[in-house]
């Protein structure tokens, strides 16, 4: 199954790169629990946006100020005063960035729901502006940091900028396959692992061409067991569902 590029006609006239974001990690999860061991479970994660989570604040800090209201109203009269702060040194206005989050997730139950590998899907969002990419691979460092494998594909063919890249950046190293002119989309699997009680860092990087058939990544669920993730397979299925074919 050749890629398509799904942000260009005829496929973005066909479906929404949304649509077909938002479905493909679903996907991924039907076909890796036809290979995860039984003590794992993999679950596909979808966040849209700021302004979801504005909403959500929004009611909250609504339902906070009637319940103080209620609590002021009866409260004794000879409480004490607050103390009043001084003015702010500083006050600025910030847009808010947009955080849309595509990724599959998979626990270990039998380490206390453990995360031991995450599959992070990149959206044009992810890589529209500095903070935007600075802010998806700090989280992909924290989690390889924290012993969790993690895989990144991207097929956002809109937005030149190469994160795994980016991320290797963060660890001060490069990938010389990918150095002279590092692809737009591409797919990669990233690992921390001891040797010899030295720390080191594992890559599986693969660029995507639209046209060509997707590859097969490792996912490490421990240092010495990894399952294999056929982005083909699932992409295939996902495609198939909207009619992309």
Not at 14 to 37: C, N, R
Not at 62 to 76: I, L, P, T, V
Not at 93 to 103: A, D, Q, T, V
Not at 207 to 214: D, K, T
């Amino acid at each position: 199954m050749p890629l398509h590029d799904h942000f260009r006609p005829p496929i973005w006239n066909k479906a929404s790169w949304e649509g077909f974001h938002g479905m493909w990690p679903a996907t991924m999860v039907q076909q890796l629990v036809k290979i995860l061991p039984e003590q794992y479970t993999a679950e596909p994660r979808v966040h849209l946006g700021s302004n979801y989570e504005i909403d959500v604040c929004a009611f909250e800090s609504d339902e906070f100020s009637k319940a103080r209201s209620r609590n002021a109203g009866s409260s004794d009269a000879s409480a004490v005063q607050t103390w009043a702060p001084p003015e702010p040194t500083l006050t600025v206005e910030l847009n808010p960035m947009e955080f849309y989050e595509y990724e599959v997730l998979i626990f270990d139950q039998e380490r206390n729901r453990q995360l031991v590998a995450a599959i992070e899907i990149v959206s044009p969002a992810n890589k529209d502006r500095p903070e935007t990419r600075q802010a998806f691979v700090t989280k992909c460092a924290a989690l390889l940091q924290n012993g969790v494998c993690v895989s990144i594909v991207d097929l956002v063919t809109t937005r030149n900028f190469n994160l795994y890249c980016e991320l290797l950046n963060v660890f001060c190293q490069s990938d010389p396959a990918f150095a002279e002119a590092p692809p737009a989309t591409y797919a990669v699997t990233c690992r921390g692992r001891q040797d010899r009680q030295r720390p080191g860092f594992e890559t599986w990087a693969y660029p995507l061409v639209v046209g060509q058939p997707l590859p097969v990544l490792p996912v490490w669920l421990e240092d010495d067991h990894a399952i294999s993730l056929d982005l083909e397979a699932s992409y295939l299925e996902t495609c198939r569902a909207l009619r992309l074919l």
